[in-house]
Structure formats: structure tokens, C-alpha cells
């Protein structure tokens, strides 16, 4: 995966050469991780087309931009050396593409701001959810999640584990929660909540598990692990022992 995330962006714009293009797309065959990055991405390539293409330049625009390329004294464009003259196409295609996607974007963002903020709780709230009846609107159709929630959740690598049930926390419209049991010992249980970065707040000790910074602590009988990665707060828990826990978050 950390050879392979790198190049998706080049793959996708077909500027790898064949040998590597073919040992990417072998490991996206294999990879569900890269896989889903690989979805996210062609979902936000396609949503900047789809701007670019339903976004009309007003002529008030084009008109600045020619005011300011007249403006140019023409003998000097004449001088100027021809590896130079380029500059001037990019400064106004960077304009015109900064009043396409700059207010689309800030508002995508400023929607998502909001949402985190109104929706911040803490590891001990979360955990002492967890046998509260109601406290999780079950969903396991995955689109009709990622509609609920306002996002798409990150896919988390943990082999050994079957999900069992997901589903929208209820006080927090904007947090995920997925809950598994070990595919060989079905009295072992582990739940991970997961939203946007800066939405889930924990505080204890910190340590470095795996490449990640990691919260560590205990809570109403359960050992919890919260740490952030790839803009998603993950909060994992269970009953199982803490070097359990650890060795869980090192491969997910």
C-alpha cells in the first residue's frame, strides 16, 4: 500500500509507464484499502468535472481578463522570451478555474465544519453508549450510511474480525459505529466508532502504536483506543486485554 497509494493519482491520469501501471492495478485488484481510495478519488475527479461542466463563466469575467491582458504594453510581449509568454495563459487560466472551484469547495468544507461541530462528544460518552438501547440507528446498506452520515467512512483494515452490525450513533448525526466479532472466537467482541477529524475527543495517555498517536485508556470496564488517520477519528473498544487492543490498532 505505501508503494502503491502514491502512483493512484498517476494512474488515473495514465502518466505511469506500463510495467508500473500493471503492478498497480494488480494490487488494486487485491487491496480493498487502495481500492477504496481508489474510489474516493474517481468520485472527486468526477465531482470537479461535473463543477467545470455546469459552471458558466460569466462574460463580466472573460472581460476582466482581456481588460488586463490589453493592458500589456505589446512591444514588450513582443521581447519578452517565448518561454516567458506562457505564464500569462496559466495566470488567467489559474483565475478562471479559482472562481470555478473556490466557492464550491469552501462551501463543501464550511457545510462539513459545521456539521463536526455540532456534533463533538467524548471517548466516555461514546462508550457508555454501548449497551444503551437505541443509542445506534442500525444501517447496514452502505449507501443509505454514507447518506445518513454526510460522508463516505474509511475502510479499516482488520482481517482477523467480521463486522456484524453499523449503524448512526443517534445523539451525533455525523458518527459512525461498526461493531465485530473475531472470526474465531465469537464471544470476543470489538466496537469502533469513526467520524470526521475533530469530532471525537479522548484524553489519557499517549503513545505511539503501529505509526499512530493513539489514546489509551479504560472505561467503565472497557479499554479504549482513540486515534486520527486519513481525516477520520477512529475510537476502538472492547473487554479484550489492552496489549490486545494494541496489537489490533497496529494493523488497521
Known amino acids: 500500500c505505501s508503494e502503491a497509494l502514491p502512483l493512484l493519482d498517476l494512474l488515473y491520469d495514465q ?6 501501471s500493471a503492478l498497480v492495478l494488480d494490487h488494486l485488484q487485491n487491496c480493498v484499502n487502495c481500492q477504496t481510495e481508489w474510489e474516493s478519488m474517481e468520485d472527486l475527479k468526477r465531482r470537479f468535472a461535473t463543477a467545470k461542466n455546469n459552471t458558466a463563466i460569466p462574460p463580466e469575467l472573460m472581460e476582466k481578463v482581456s481588460l488586463t491582458l490589453r493592458r ?3 512591444s514588450t510581449l513582443l521581447h519578452t522570451p517565448s518561454r516567458q509568454l506562457p505564464l500569462v495563459g496559466i495566470a488567467a487560466s489559474i483565475l478562471i478555474l479559482g ?7 469552501i462551501s463543501q468544507n464550511g457545510a462539513q465544519r459545521t456539521q463536526t461541530a455540532s456534533s463533538h462528544l467524548s471517548a466516555t460518552q461514546l462508550i457508555n ?3 444503551t438501547n437505541g443509542a445506534v440507528a442500525r444501517e447496514l446498506n452502505k449507501q443509505l450510511l454514507i447518506e445518513k452520515l454526510g460522508y463516505e ?3 479499516i483494515h482488520l482481517p482477523e474480525w467480521k463486522m456484524e452490525s453499523s449503524g448512526v450513533y443517534a445523539d451525533a448525526a455525523n458518527i459512525a459505529r461498526f461493531d465485530f466479532v473475531r472470526n474465531d472466537n465469537p464471544n470476543q467482541h470489538l466496537s469502533c466508532y469513526q467520524a470526521i477529524e475533530g469530532t471525537i475527543i479522548a484524553s489519557g495517555p499517549v503513545q505511539n502504536i503501529g505509526g499512530k498517536q493513539v ?3 479504560t472505561e467503565s470496564g472497557y479499554q479504549f ?3 486520527t488517520q486519513n481525516g477520520r477519528d477512529y475510537l476502538f473498544v472492547t ?3 489492552t496489549t490486545t487492543l494494541e496489537e489490533i490498532i497496529k494493523g488497521a
Open 72 to 74: 500589456d504594453d505589446r
Open 99 to 105: 472562481w470555478i472551484l473556490v466557492p464550491k469547495l
Open 215 to 217: 489514546v489509551l485508556g
Open 129 to 131: 453508549s454501548l449497551t
Open 239 to 241: 473487554k479484550l486485554p
Open 225 to 227: 483506543a482513540k486515534f
Open 15 to 20: 502518466l505511469l509507464e506500463t510495467k508500473d
Open 153 to 155: 467512512p474509511k475502510y
